[in-house]
């Protein structure tokens, strides 16, 4: 069979051997199985394929190395997305959003928006002759306000006004949380609910270590101050190593990692708090190895608290691990800088901590109690980190606040 090309580029096909119309001898090609495109370019390719070896071009070997770079960044990136997705906190739940939590407590709002929940007790505010904010501590909230017995706050005249720190239960979350914000957000709940001019603090563990901010920003409004239990920063200046150290080492290995994580990588906690690979914080997660005797005891109380889900309700990240976040962050100043905020003898400032505490090891409370004389320390050598839930020890810390009792 002969195929010979038209002048409109199509194929005409003749038995073997046929001359062509015009007695021409007939030209015998080679087709390729494609559709015609444009006049000459079979014959370009005809003449490619017929070129001999020798002369043609060499053939570029594939980029190996420049493909394997592409595929390492590639895989960089995918890893670091997952990577940052994985340590991304979630948005908090917030109170009172179609897809938050319902608001059941009063609540006032601050000049930034922002809305914290309280709840008062004892005495009406208007017949008392105290007033005492309490700063509740680690997971916990208003409900948790120091337990003062019925009759001594009608002896005394107590008006006790305790408030969900922000990110817990029913309050805002701050989106930019200091130690010195908390101190102020306080000061504006005061006003907002016309407790006068002064009124006294009570603060527990974290919420104790939250006093010393007070004692810093708002010391022209306070009557008197209790800290409870305090929480320590192990890198405050002018703490003595050997004071940090033999505190540091009195917690399990997993605290020591989640407070170092805290202040050298805040934007770890959340992660390192909720992954699975290692042990979280302890004190997150309620181990018993970290229960003093009398502790173990109060917890059978503290830990049944019918209100728990609600403490956590926003998400822990906004509420917990901001406040490690805070309390073990790296603050510019030190408790051991401030100045007796009472050097008239107009209020007094008293620091208790237990010497069975196994949370928050009393060394550091004993060392500062010492470099500042105008703290009146009282250490309870058989109690644990739980001891303000004791009514008997609350009524004590009140009378002795309030009364000069030591």
Same mark, same amino acid.
């Given at each position: ?24 001898? !007939? ?7 494609c ?16 070129? !001999? ?44 959003? $179609? ?18 929940a ?9 017949e ?10 680690f ?37 930019a ?40 920003y708002? !010391? ?13 920063n ?8 050997? @004071? ?21 990588l ?16 302890? =004190? ?21 608290r019918p ?18 976040m ?25 620091l ?5 505490d196994?949370? =928050? ?13 105008? =703290? ?11 001891? $303000? @839930? ?17």
């Amino acid at each position: 069979m002969i195929a010979s090309m038209t002048k409109g580029g199509n194929f005409r096909f003749k038995a073997a051997g046929q001359p062509d119309g015009k007695g021409r001898p !007939p030209f015998l090609l080679v087709v390729l199985a494609c559709p015609p495109r444009r006049p000459g370019l079979l014959h370009r390719r005809s003449r490619t394929i017929a070129e !001999p070896a020798a002369n043609r071009p060499p053939t570029r070997a594939p980029a190996s190395g420049g493909m394997a770079r592409k595929l390492s960044i590639v895989l960089f990136v995918t890893l670091s997305a997952l990577l940052y997705q994985q340590i991304q906190p979630p948005p908090p739940k917030i109170c009172g959003l $179609p897809d938050g939590p319902p608001v059941t407590a009063p609540r006032t709002k601050l000049k930034d928006g922002r809305h914290l929940a309280y709840k008062e007790s004892g005495v009406p505010k208007e017949e008392a002759k105290y007033k005492i904010i309490f700063v509740h501590g680690f997971d916990s909230c208003r409900h948790d306000a120091l337990p003062i017995s019925p009759e001594v706050a009608q002896e005394l005249g107590i008006y006790l006004l305790s408030f969900d720190q922000p990110g817990y239960a029913e309050s805002d979350p701050d989106p930019a949380p200091s130690e010195k914000s908390i101190a102020l957000d306080i000061e504006q709940l005061a006003d907002n609910l016309q407790l006068g001019p002064k009124f006294h603090l009570i603060g527990f563990s974290m919420g104790g270590e939250i006093m010393w901010s007070c004692l810093k920003y708002i !010391p022209h409004r306070l009557s008197g101050v209790a800290i409870l239990a305090p929480v320590g920063n192990y890198w405050w200046s002018g703490i003595p190593s050997n @004071v940090s150290q033999d505190a540091w080492y009195q917690q399990l290995p997993q605290d020591q990692w989640a407070v170092w994580v805290s202040h050298h990588l805040p934007w770890l906690t959340y992660w390192w708090n909720t992954q699975k690979l290692f042990p979280p914080s302890s =004190v997150i997660t309620y181990n018993p190895a970290i229960l003093s005797e009398e502790d173990a005891m109060l917890m059978k109380k503290f830990g049944m608290r019918p209100y728990f889900p609600m403490i956590r309700q926003q998400g822990e990240y906004n509420s917990l691990h901001r406040d490690m976040m805070v309390g073990f962050g790296k603050w510019d100043w030190s408790p051991l800088d401030l100045k007796d905020p009472f050097a008239g003898g107009e209020g007094k400032v008293h620091l208790w901590h237990g010497a069975e505490d196994l949370m =928050v090891p009393a060394s550091v409370s004993r060392y500062i109690s010492e470099r500042l004389p105008w =703290v009146i320390y009282h250490e309870l050598p058989k109690s644990g980190h739980l001891f $303000p @839930v004791d009514s008997g020890n609350a009524d004590a810390i009140v009378r002795s606040l309030l009364l000069g009792d030591q």
